[in-house]
């Protein structure tokens, strides 16, 4: 652990990977799904957009706002138990990543409701993969979303006074969440449960990595969390 920025380096990188995998599943469940199954604000403003120019697209807003609500309490159930944050997390972002491998296999099979069932999966999971970022505790990552980023960056900037503590970390995180993006939408574009199957293993990636024995090319991730 990083004594200075007082993060664990292997939990950033984590969090960087999960933050790629979240701009896939948005992506996809954006194009898709037409409904974010991770990013609750965009759900909310979307449902109020539908309901005012009279579409019907809102039982989808209702059902993976619900899902998300219900993972994020399995989540802090999880965070809660007697164990390290490091392997709390990891523990979590296991559970995530089988479930939205499960989406995948879901999608293909195309049972009746594939996409209410798609959505619902993924919300969950979703919710539960926040709780795993929230536990974690590292600064402006307690969310995969770009927008606290982007205000750090400018709040901790030498121009407003500040030291640019985490600016790495933060332009790490803006640049996964983008780059999931891309992926998720070229990927799905041929197929759309090979998309999801990527994103599954992207955080079964995260959370395989913080049950890593030491390594002296897992002390370079401490740059993310003092630069």
Not at 67 to 74: D, E, I, N, S
Not at 196 to 218: D, N, P, Q
Request: hydrophobic fraction near 50%; avoid cysteine; charged fraction near 10%.
């Amino acid at each position: 652990m990083n004594a200075r920025a007082g993060h664990d380096p292997r939990l950033v990188a984590a969090i960087i990977l999960v933050t790629m995998a979240m701009g896939m599943l948005d992506a996809i469940s954006l194009l898709h799904l037409k409904i974010f199954a991770g990013y609750m604000t965009a759900t909310v403003l979307l449902m109020a957009v539908h309901i005012a120019t009279s579409e019907t697209i809102v039982l989808s807003g209702f059902e993976a706002i619900g899902f998300y609500l219900l993972g994020a309490l399995t989540g802090g159930r999880l965070t809660r138990r007697d164990r390290t944050v490091r392997y709390a997390v990891g523990d979590i972002l296991f559970r995530v990543g089988l479930l939205v491998g499960l989406t995948a296999l879901v999608w293909a099979a195309n049972p009746p409701g594939r996409t209410f069932i798609t959505l619902g999966l993924l919300a969950f999971a979703m919710g539960m993969q926040t709780s795993a970022t929230r536990h974690a505790k590292v600064a402006d990552m307690s969310l995969p979303a770009a927008t606290m980023l982007l205000h750090g960056l400018a709040h901790n900037s030498p121009f407003a006074g500040g030291r640019n503590p985490g600016t790495w970390r933060r332009l790490a995180a803006i640049g996964s969440l983008f780059v999931g993006a891309v992926i998720g939408t070229l990927v799905s574009s041929h197929s759309i449960s090979g998309g999801i199957a990527v994103a599954g293993v992207t955080i079964l990636s995260a959370g395989a990595l913080l049950y890593l024995r030491e390594h002296k090319f897992l002390h370079r991730f401490d740059n993310l969390t003092v630069h």
